[in-house]
């Protein structure tokens, strides 16, 4: 995995984690043991629901404990001139006709229909870095590109509102 990540983004890990552990699994647990008292467990449809849920709940720990495992720990700031992590930056797509404001977060943080894009997305790889006015070339593809004009940006900081990414 070696996700490049916050410590912000570790906290918000630990704490999910701390949640599915302490909460959620003993909950979950419970609800498989009331169900399988329903009887006839190949028609209880409770039941298989109420394992399904479990199992969810275990998976997702392993996935957050593997990326706490894997982690390469970023800072969250970056040089006050050019766009960085956790920036607001407003750009310019001409062959659409579009101004829009982002901001760069972690993978884990990502929300691209709320505006805040990954900074290993295209978009966001190709704007850190850079200052307003620049223009630069977003690569999606090998067949598939668009260039933008950075319009401005604003220095952000790691907000710990932002959640964390669900599946």
């Given at each position: 995995?070696?996700?490049?990540?916050?410590?912000?983004?570790?906290?918000?890990?630990?704490?999910?984690l701390?949640?599915?552990?302490?909460?959620?699994?003993?909950?979950?647990?419970?609800?498989?043991?009331?169900?399988?008292?329903?009887?006839?467990?190949?028609?209880?449809?409770?039941?298989?629901?109420?394992?399904?849920?479990?199992?969810?709940?275990?998976?997702?720990?392993?996935?957050?404990?593997?990326?706490?495992?894997?982690?390469?720990?970023?800072?969250?700031?970056?040089?006050?001139?050019?766009?960085?992590?956790?920036?607001?930056?407003?750009?310019?797509?001409?062959?659409?006709?579009?101004?829009?404001?982002?901001?760069?977060?972690?993978?884990?943080?990502?929300?691209?229909?709320?505006?805040?894009?990954?900074?290993e997305?295209?978009?966001?790889?190709?704007?850190?870095?850079?200052?307003?006015?620049?223009?630069?070339?977003?690569?999606?593809?090998?067949?598939?590109?668009?260039e933008?004009?950075?319009?401005?940006?604003?220095?952000?900081?790691?907000?710990t509102?932002?959640?964390?990414?669900?599946?």
């Amino acid at each position: 995995m070696y996700d490049e990540l916050t410590e912000v983004d570790i906290q918000k890990m630990r704490d999910e984690l701390k949640y599915r552990y302490e909460v959620l699994a003993p909950a979950l647990g419970a609800e498989v043991k009331r169900t399988r008292e329903y009887g006839d467990l190949s028609e209880n449809a409770e039941y298989k629901v109420a394992k399904q849920e479990r199992n969810k709940n275990r998976s997702r720990i392993r996935y957050l404990e593997a990326m706490i495992r894997t982690a390469k720990v970023i800072p969250a700031s970056s040089a006050p001139d050019v766009i960085g992590l956790f920036d607001h930056v407003t750009y310019y797509r001409a062959d659409i006709d579009k101004t829009k404001t982002i901001q760069i977060v972690t993978t884990l943080r990502q929300d691209a229909l709320a505006g805040f894009i990954s900074k290993e997305s295209p978009l966001g790889h190709a704007l850190l870095g850079h200052h307003a006015g620049e223009r630069v070339t977003v690569v999606v593809s090998e067949t598939k590109q668009y260039e933008l004009e950075i319009v401005s940006f604003e220095k952000g900081e790691d907000n710990t509102d932002l959640p964390i990414s669900t599946f």
